[in-house]
Structures are given as structure tokens and as C-alpha cells.
């Protein structure tokens, strides 16, 4: 029962990351994946510091409301 | 058009939390992010609604060698992201050996019980309070890693009280605490267990630090 569960969050949130510009979910992932902070993605991206938290605040924003629906 | 004018404020409260839990804030947001989870009950919701969303994260990742460089930043994410993404199966089988565990300990009356559970809702302890109330046993329910620079202190809360350190606790064996007397009369079903991660040696100011990772209210058997 448990197993299904987080099985299923997790086909929801791949979902869900399917639904975010591949720039927003590609920031996220990386973000998480490599531990990285806005600076070391905007770096590693070479694109404003702003212009990456953008991307990841949005990409966040979008997510949550895909996950809540 | 920045960021600044588009979004509103709530959603930038909870972007806030979002933020911390991936990772991204630098260090000086991170620590005002910190301060605000150890004091900010809606914040500390946030957080933990951001785990729960962003957990599944780590369970997606690939079961395949990544390069070395990746590797050492996913140890780092994954020490944090293991109490929330663990495999199901070895979470029953560790929380059985935790109950049998606790079944085992001499007690002649119902021993006061609690589930710390993580915030996605998965048990990360279970404790047991001896007959006398002056022992806690605390058995890991899942695997979890705070990573070789962090600490895990155990926490007493009583209702309308702060936490009182019961100190460090292993998070890969059951560890048994004895309860400081000062403290005796504070554990009882009303209280609270909780467990933060700390700076090694634990919390430099007798209050919790870092991220609280799992909390339970006692309760009788």
C-alpha cells in the first residue's frame, strides 16, 4: 500500500515537471540534484542571476499548483 | 518585469520555503530561512509541504552510477532527502524491528509510546519512555542521514513550553537516553518528541537549530 503510494507521487510529480518549461524543470532538477544555490546555477547556465531565479521561482509556483489540482 | 512585481506576497512566503528546500538560497538566506523555521509555525508548514511535493525528487533518480562530480552534490541533497524518500520496504521492515524491539524492553505497565514522524508522514523514530519516566529509548524507523556534518538532537517539548534538549541520538541504532531529573515531571502524554539536525556536538544554544526532521506527541499505550 505504502509502495503504491509513493509510486504514484512520484508519477505525479514527473507529470508535473512534464507540464514546466524544460528550462524551469531542468533548473529544478538540478538544483536539487547537484545541490546547487541560484548562484552556482546561474554560473553553471550562463544566465543572470535573476533570470535563473526566475526561472525556478516560476517553475516552483507552477508545480505546486499542477501537484494541488 | 522582475519577479518582485509579479509575484505576490504569499506566494513569495512560500517560494521562501520552496527555496529552502531545494537548496538554492545562499547562506545568509538560508540562515534567515532557518531562524524562521524554528520560530515560525506557517513557515515550518510550508517547509513541510515543500518536502512532501519535492521528495519524490529523490526518488527518481536513476538507479545507475552518476559521474563522480554529480555524485558527491546528490550525497549531500540525498543525507537530507533519504528520511523522505525511503523505500517503503525497508521502511516496514525497520519499523517492525522497531516495535519488536520495544516489545522486548522490560516493563510492567503500558509504556508511554511515541511516532516521530517525518513530515511527509512516514515514521523516521519510534521512542519508548521507560515505567519510571527517566529512560526514552529512541529506535530509527527509516533510514536516514543528516550527512557526516550534522547531528541529531532529540528534543522534549512540554504544552506551552520551549524544548528541552535530551541530546544527541544515532540515527542508525536504537539509543537509550536517561531523562535529566529536572525534566522528570515534564514527560508525560502531553508532551512532545522531536528531532532536529544539528551542528556536530549539537545545538550551540540550547534551542533547536536546524530543520526539525521528525516530531511526535507521547502517548499511552
Same mark, same amino acid.
Given at each position: 500500500?505504502?509502495?503504491?503510494?509513493?509510486?504514484?507521487?512520484?508519477?505525479?510529480?514527473?507529470?508535473?515537471?512534464?507540464?514546466?518549461?524544460?528550462?524551469?524543470?531542468?533548473?529544478?532538477?538540478?538544483?536539487?540534484?547537484?545541490?546547487?544555490?541560484?548562484?552556482?546555477?546561474?554560473?553553471?547556465?550562463?544566465?543572470?542571476?535573476?533570470?535563473?531565479?526566475?526561472?525556478?521561482?516560476?517553475?516552483?509556483?507552477?508545480?505546486?499548483?499542477?501537484?494541488?489540482? | $518585469?522582475?519577479?518582485? +512585481?509579479?509575484?505576490?506576497?504569499?506566494?513569495?512566503? +512560500?517560494?521562501?520555503?520552496?527555496?529552502?528546500?531545494?537548496?538554492?538560497?545562499?547562506?545568509?538566506?538560508?540562515?534567515?530561512?532557518?531562524?524562521?523555521?524554528?520560530?515560525?509555525?506557517?513557515?515550518?508548514?510550508?517547509?513541510?509541504?515543500?518536502?512532501?511535493?519535492?521528495?519524490?525528487?529523490?526518488?527518481?533518480?536513476?538507479?545507475?552510477?552518476?559521474?563522480? $562530480?554529480?555524485?558527491?552534490?546528490?550525497?549531500?541533497?540525498?543525507?537530507?532527502?533519504?528520511?523522505?524518500?525511503?523505500?517503503?520496504?525497508?521502511?516496514?521492515?525497520?519499523? $517492525?524491528?522497531?516495535?519488536?524491539?520495544?516489545?522486548?524492553?522490560?516493563?510492567?505497565?503500558?509504556?508511554?509510546?511515541?511516532?516521530?514522524?517525518?513530515?511527509?508522514?512516514?515514521?523516521?523514530?519510534?521512542?519508548?519512555?521507560?515505567?519510571?519516566?527517566?529512560?526514552?529509548?529512541?529506535?530509527?524507523?527509516?533510514?536516514?542521514?543528516?550527512?557526516?556534518?550534522?547531528?541529531?538532537?532529540?528534543?522534549?517539548? !512540554?504544552?506551552?513550553?520551549?524544548?528541552?534538549?535530551?541530546?544527541?541520538? +544515532?540515527?542508525?541504532?536504537?539509543?537509550?537516553?536517561?531523562?535529566?531529573?529536572?525534566?522528570?515531571?515534564?514527560?508525560?502524554?502531553?508532551?512532545?518528541?522531536?528531532?532536529?539536525?544539528? !551542528? !556536530?556536538?549539537?545545538?550551540?544554544?540550547?534551542?533547536?537549530?536546524?530543520?526539525?526532521?521528525?516530531?511526535?506527541?507521547?502517548?499511552?499505550?
Amino acid at each position: 500500500m505504502e509502495r503504491l503510494e509513493i509510486s504514484e507521487d512520484q508519477a505525479r510529480l514527473r507529470d508535473c515537471l512534464q507540464e514546466l518549461d524544460e528550462r524551469q524543470s531542468a533548473a529544478i532538477r538540478s538544483a536539487f540534484l547537484d545541490g546547487s544555490t541560484y548562484e552556482e546555477l546561474a554560473k553553471k547556465a550562463s544566465v543572470p542571476l535573476g533570470t535563473m531565479k526566475s526561472w525556478i521561482r516560476r517553475g516552483l509556483l507552477k508545480l505546486r499548483a499542477c501537484l494541488e489540482r | $518585469m522582475s519577479d518582485e +512585481d509579479t509575484i505576490g506576497a504569499g506566494d513569495r512566503h +512560500d517560494l521562501l520555503a520552496a527555496e529552502y528546500v531545494l537548496g538554492v538560497l545562499g547562506a545568509e538566506e538560508r540562515r534567515q530561512a532557518e531562524f524562521r523555521l524554528a520560530s515560525e509555525p506557517g513557515f515550518a508548514a510550508e517547509v513541510a509541504s515543500w518536502e512532501a511535493r519535492l521528495g519524490g525528487l529523490a526518488e527518481g533518480i536513476p538507479a545507475v552510477a552518476p559521474p563522480a $562530480m554529480v555524485w558527491e552534490g546528490i550525497e549531500a541533497r540525498l543525507a537530507f532527502w533519504r528520511t523522505f524518500a525511503i523505500a517503503s520496504a525497508a521502511l516496514a521492515a525497520a519499523s $517492525m524491528a522497531a516495535l519488536v524491539y520495544l516489545a522486548q524492553a522490560p516493563s510492567q505497565r503500558a509504556p508511554l509510546l511515541a511516532r516521530l514522524n517525518a513530515e511527509s508522514g512516514q515514521a523516521s523514530f519510534v521512542a519508548a519512555v521507560s515505567e519510571g519516566g527517566d529512560r526514552v529509548t529512541i529506535v530509527p524507523a527509516a533510514l536516514l542521514s543528516g550527512g557526516q556534518q550534522k547531528a541529531f538532537e532529540l528534543w522534549l517539548i !512540554p504544552p506551552g513550553d520551549k524544548p528541552h534538549s535530551l541530546g544527541l541520538i +544515532d540515527p542508525s541504532r536504537p539509543v537509550r537516553i536517561n531523562v535529566p531529573k529536572s525534566l522528570l515531571p515534564q514527560v508525560n502524554s502531553n508532551a512532545v518528541l522531536a528531532v532536529s539536525l544539528e !551542528p !556536530p556536538g549539537g545545538s550551540p544554544t540550547g534551542q533547536p537549530t536546524g530543520p526539525v526532521i521528525a516530531n511526535g506527541k507521547l502517548a499511552s499505550l
